[in-house]
Nanobody, 116 residues
Framework: QVQLVESGGGLVQPGGSLRLSCTAS????????MGWYRQAPGKERELVAT???????DYADSVKGRFTISSNNAKNTVYLQMNSLEPEDTAGYYC??????????WGQGTQVTVSS
């Protein structure tokens, strides 16, 4: 099994910043991509950003220019720096880890609330 531990969510005012972290442990041999998804109440889970073990990144159009995903492969950790946060970014944020030949694993989620 793969365990994912997330941290960094919270309440922030519009225009503010937060940094999410997620560390993978367990059977992570073959870990080749990590990322973040989010789900707001009444909506489907959607991609926020992903990063491969080689450093290739992908972003949702709605966060390009505001969010930055990065990773520390030695620590099996992925980060999401979120700047210029908007109320529309309010959601549960879920870390994902893709392991070659074994599928995708999910974290428990961390809440991000953007409100004045």
């Amino acid at each position: 099994q793969v365990q994912l531990v997330e941290s960094g969510g919270g309440l922030v005012q519009p225009g503010g910043s937060l940094r999410l972290s997620c560390t993978a442990s367990g059977r992570i041999f073959g870990l080749n991509k990590m990322g973040w998804y989010r789900q707001a109440p009444g909506k489907e889970r959607e991609l926020v950003a992903t990063i491969t073990s080689g450093g290739t990144t992908d972003y949702a159009d709605s966060v390009k220019g505001r969010f930055t995903i990065s990773s520390n492969n030695a620590k099996n950790t992925v980060y999401l720096q979120m700047n210029s946060l908007e109320p529309e970014d309010t959601a549960g944020y879920y870390c994902s880890a893709q392991v070659l030949a074994r599928g995708i694993y999910w974290g428990q989620g961390t809440q991000v609330t953007v409100s004045s």
